[in-house]
């Protein structure tokens, strides 16, 4: 089912993101993923290109297979990062054939030395009006509430964003942030850029800080230095347990704020995300 459709008809999402697994060894951990969070009826779940399309077959592989043995909806994220047109239609024909609706259009991290003139889709908001010109999925784009770290300023990005829109973005999802008042920030801004479609809240608890470190120096989001001081010197089961409770916290003002929807990045585990929804009460 359209992800646009169902956010017409329903005030809040809650959505679920995985990985496809490189090795066999781990498809196991995501079965038993599956199997948890299914229980908490999610709107959609989206299956993750991996960086310059190390996923690329897996990915559509994944996204089948969430439709077909878990009767799921799912959306898989396509980048323009190692995507021509040809490919991106190849793709496209399989989902359409399997009916799957939804895409999450990106461009992907630039590896280092890529040669972007080459790129059929050098930005998103290309990929986005391509697939939207050709093809019948719902396509969402990614936001960022503290800006992406390539661009220059946070109004700077919000006018590129306004474009993926313009090429027939229908909904945003955005990369993760620990302080709310940049999440209302942004939505205060995107507003002004008379960007309407709905945002998505992209959530990840943190439960070890050193990785949580890594990932948002690659994203340019920030840990509040409050919650870093809170994490420091912890052992690895009290970080959890302050992780997640942050966590509940977090999301418990923003569904308070009216958010349109919760987007997990599960790192194709079940036990945050499922203590996090029966912390909330969903
Ligand atoms: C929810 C979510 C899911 C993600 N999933 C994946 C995934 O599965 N696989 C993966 O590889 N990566 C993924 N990413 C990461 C994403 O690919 C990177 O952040 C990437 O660097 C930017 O992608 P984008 O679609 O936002 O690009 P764009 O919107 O194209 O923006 C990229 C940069 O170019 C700038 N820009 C945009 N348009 C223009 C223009 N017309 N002129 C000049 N500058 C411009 C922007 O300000 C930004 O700095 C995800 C991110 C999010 C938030």
């Known amino acids: 089912m359209k992800i646009s459709e169902i956010l017409n008809r329903k005030a809040m999402t809650i959505s679920f993101e995985f990985f496809p697994p490189k090795k066999v060894e781990n498809e196991q951990t995501l079965f038993n993923t599956i199997n948890v969070l299914k229980d908490y009826s ?40 190692a995507s021509t047109k040809e490919s991106v239609d190849k793709v ?5 054939l399997n009916g799957i609706d939804n895409i999450l259009a990106l461009r992907g991290d630039l590896p280092e030395g890529f040669e972007v003139k080459s790129m059929d889709f050098k930005y998103a908001y290309q990929l986005v009006g391509y697939l939207k010109d050709k093809w019948n999925f719902s396509i969402g784009v990614a936001g960022y509430p503290e ?14 964003l306004k474009m993926k829109v313009d090429a027939g973005g229908e909904f945003v999802i955005t990369q993760l942030f620990f302080d709310n008042g940049k999440f209302f920030n942004f939505l205060d801004r995107v507003e002004k850029f008379h960007i309407e479609i709905p ?22 989001a920030t840990i509040p230095s409050e919650l870093i001081s809170r994490l420091e010197g912890k052992t690895k089961e009290d970080m959890y347990k302050i992780g ?12 308070d704020s009216k958010v349109r ?15 996090i929804l029966e912390g909330l009460n969903i």
């Open 147 to 160: 800006g992406h770290p390539e661009s220059s300023s946070l109004d700077k990005d919000i006018e590129y």
């Open 42 to 81: 999610p709107d959609f779940v989206s299956i993750t290109y991996g960086a310059g399309g190390s996923t690329k077959d897996k990915t559509v592989e994944w996204t089948l297979r969430m439709k077909n043995e878990y009767s799921l909806n799912p959306m898989m994220h396509l980048t323009c990062v």
């Open 199 to 220: 945002v998505l809240a992209g959530v990840m608890p943190i439960l070890s800080l050193s990785q949580m470190r890594r990932f948002v120096g690659m994203c340019g």
């Open 261 to 275: 929807g919760l987007h997990f990045y599960t790192l194709n585990k079940y036990n945050a995300t499922k203590d």
């Open 244 to 255: 997640v409770e942050y966590a509940i916290n977090q999301c418990r003002e923003l569904i």
């Open 92 to 96: 496209a024909e399989i989902l359409e």
